[in-house]
């Protein structure tokens, strides 16, 4: 896959990587559950919350890549931008299956 010529705003990248300390704080408190021992119920939950930001991650990084991205390059007539946009998304999801 190319990468793009084009990349996200500035305020895109700030909010992707603010989500994803809060990720990575939540990760370091599952794996602190798991050695205090609790409840595996309270685990998944908290693992649960995990993929589902995680998934919110992709869902803004998706929307901000389109913009900033895959339409600047199909109007400038570019469609292996868009072809390579389709792949990883059909990636994503069958990660996510």
């Known amino acids: 896959?190319?990468?793009c010529k084009i990349y996200l705003p500035d305020e895109s990248v700030r909010e992707l990587l603010e989500r994803l300390s809060r990720?990575?704080?939540q990760v370091r408190?599952?794996?602190?559950?798991?050695e205090e021992k609790?409840?595996?119920?309270e685990i998944l939950v908290q693992i649960s919350a995990v993929r589902s930001a995680l998934g919110s991650v992709a869902s803004k990084l998706l929307e901000d890549h389109v913009e900033s991205c895959v339409k600047p390059s199909v109007e400038a007539g570019d469609l292996k931008a868009l072809e390579d946009f389709m792949e990883a998304?059909?990636?994503l999801?069958?990660?996510?299956?």
């Open 1 to 3: 896959m190319q990468r």
């Open 29 to 34: 408190g599952i794996r602190r559950m798991i």
């Open 89 to 91: 998304v059909k990636k």
């Open 38 to 41: 609790r409840s595996c119920d």
């Open 93 to 97: 999801i069958k990660g996510g299956c």
């Open 23 to 25: 990720i990575e704080g």
